[in-house]
């Protein structure tokens, strides 16, 4: 189930904790076909209790604090890129090409924020100029499959849409399809993690902890920017030549520090950075930073205790591994931009919630793996995809249940799916106000980008804290160097 349950389970949390849950229910946010409302809730409902579950260990409470996940915040975290405002000017969410196309046969999302994506789709089509309307033309002659092929041959990004049935049957979809929605390993046997304690308020479970943060777009930034929040210092390392949207790196930069190095010529520099790093979180297609030395065990072996975290678009596995992905590219090749479609036109969720779910529970898995260190040591890596938290999302629609079952009679349940765990532990629910705007869980701040509105973190337990100590500032302006 999409729930907190399932999800604290997927995180190999103790059930007897849930108890210390208290969600606050509002109807009208995050309202669609699929069931995005409660995967928002639970990730973020996840997160909180491992925060709070982390911070209590290391302060010596008797008692785990209590949580509480209000759908009003969640909504507005889910939609942060969207409702972030610098100076009252509105961000730049998509650009002109990446959109939704008619295709000969059918339709294909292009994802094209990114001058080189933008360069390489343009080229696959023949070297058209940066023009929506010849754009249109030539996908309008081409069928769905061919522009997926030929622009993912050219570095590009093109998904052809997809029923859920179709993504049932696709290779990449069987590949995920035995996967645990949070993958959890244990690298070797370093001994156990000695946290100091933590003191004063608010509680900050991460704090003196240090994040290497080499992600980009948008699960990974949201994860390390919820460990900056809980008091770790996140320090973003970028490559010189892959500048970031300046919206989007200002709506994740909460917390965080940014600095540019060249992994290769830059080298000892950032050896230095690895050698104090507690947890390097990594948001590049698997096994794209392995001539770094930046594999797991690579990272273990140089640095017993570490915690990696991975995310990807399509997972570990599988023909689509190595490619390139965003959440709006797996909404429409997992059929979700099907479902949440009208009068024959694709649709999306009312967030990114494949993204900002999937960094919630990265966040939460890092928290997680860190408690387990305390009691057990081990070097530890967890693995989450979007295309695996579709899969998760998607699994509990019953509309989409009940095509599997017409089409495919017989189709097993997908065995990476955690069941929720029984009661009596249970969460708590209170009944909340509809949700009708964001304002209330909106705030802002002066920064060096200008003044900012932004949403106000989701995450929430007794006596953490409510806001990020920093705004983010100016991308790549800082040394790379802990503090």
């Known amino acids: 189930m999409t729930d907190i349950r399932s999800a604290w389970s997927a995180l190999g949390g103790d059930p007897a904790l849930l108890t210390r849950t208290t969600t606050v229910v509002r109807e009208g946010a995050l309202a669609a076909r699929l069931p995005a409302r409660e995967l928002a809730r639970a990730c973020v409902g996840a997160c909180a209790l491992a925060a709070a579950e982390l911070g209590a260990r290391r302060a010596g409470l008797a008692e785990v604090p209590a949580v509480r996940v209000d759908d009003g915040a969640v909504a507005a975290a889910f939609a942060s890129e969207r409702l972030l405002r610098v100076d009252g000017r509105a961000p730049v969410s998509f650009a002109p090409l990446s959109r939704l196309w008619r295709t000969a046969d059918g339709w294909v999302r292009t994802h094209a924020n990114y001058p ?18 010849a754009v249109e ?41 035995g996967q645990p929605l949070v993958a959890r390993e244990r690298l070797d046997d370093a001994p156990a993690r000695v946290l100091p304690p933590v003191t004063g308020a608010p509680l900050l479970p991460a704090a003196g902890l240090r994040v290497l943060d080499l992600t980009r777009v948008l699960a990974g930034p949201v994860a390390t920017r919820t460990l900056a929040l809980l008091g770790a210092d996140v320090l973003r390392v970028d490559a010189p030549w892959l500048p970031e949207l300046p919206d989007q790196h200002a709506d994740t930069g909460f917390g965080k520090r940014s600095a540019l190095l060249d992994l290769t010529a830059d080298r000892a520099a950032f050896e230095e950075l690895l050698a104090s790093a507690d947890v390097v979180v990594t948001g590049y297609r698997p096994g794209a930073l392995d001539r770094f030395g930046l594999s797991p065990r690579a990272l273990a072996a140089r640095r017993p205790g570490i915690v990696v975290a991975q995310v990807s678009a399509w997972g570990p596995d599988g023909p689509w591994a190595g490619r390139r992905g965003f959440d709006s590219l797996v909404q429409v ?54 295309a695996r938290t579709a899969a998760w999302l998607t699994r509990e629609h019953p509309g989409t249940a009940a095509r599997l079952t017409r089409e495919r009679p017989g189709t097993p349940a997908d065995p990476g799916t955690p069941d929720a765990p029984d009661a009596p532990y249970d969460v708590v629910t209170e009944p ?17 980008l200008g003044r900012l509105r932004y949403a106000r973190p ?6 953490g804290p409510t806001d990020w100590t920093r705004p983010c500032g100016p991308w790549g302006a800082d040394p790379a160097r802990w503090t």
């Open 116 to 133: 080189h994506h933008r360069a390489r789709l343009l080229a696959a089509l023949g070297g058209l100029p940066e023009d929506a309307a």
């Open 137 to 177: 033309a030539a996908l309008a002659e081409r069928s769905a499959a061919e522009v997926e092929e030929s622009v993912y041959a050219a570095g590009g990004l093109a998904v052809a849409l997809r029923t859920a049935e179709e993504w049932a049957r696709h290779p990449q979809a069987v590949a995920l399809a």
């Open 333 to 386: 090749a997992t059929g979700i931009a099907v479902t949440e479609g009208t009068d024959g036109q694709p649709g999306a969720l009312p967030a990114q919630a494949l993204d900002h779910g999937t960094g919630y529970l990265l966040a939460a898995a890092v928290l997680r793996a860190l408690t387990e260190q305390t009691r057990d040591g081990g070097s530890r890596c967890v693995r989450l995809a979007l």
């Open 432 to 448: 909340g106000e509809p949700y009708r705007s964001p304002e209330p869980w909106l705030t802002g701040s002066a920064s060096a």
């Open 458 to 463: 989701a995450v929430s337990f007794t006596n």
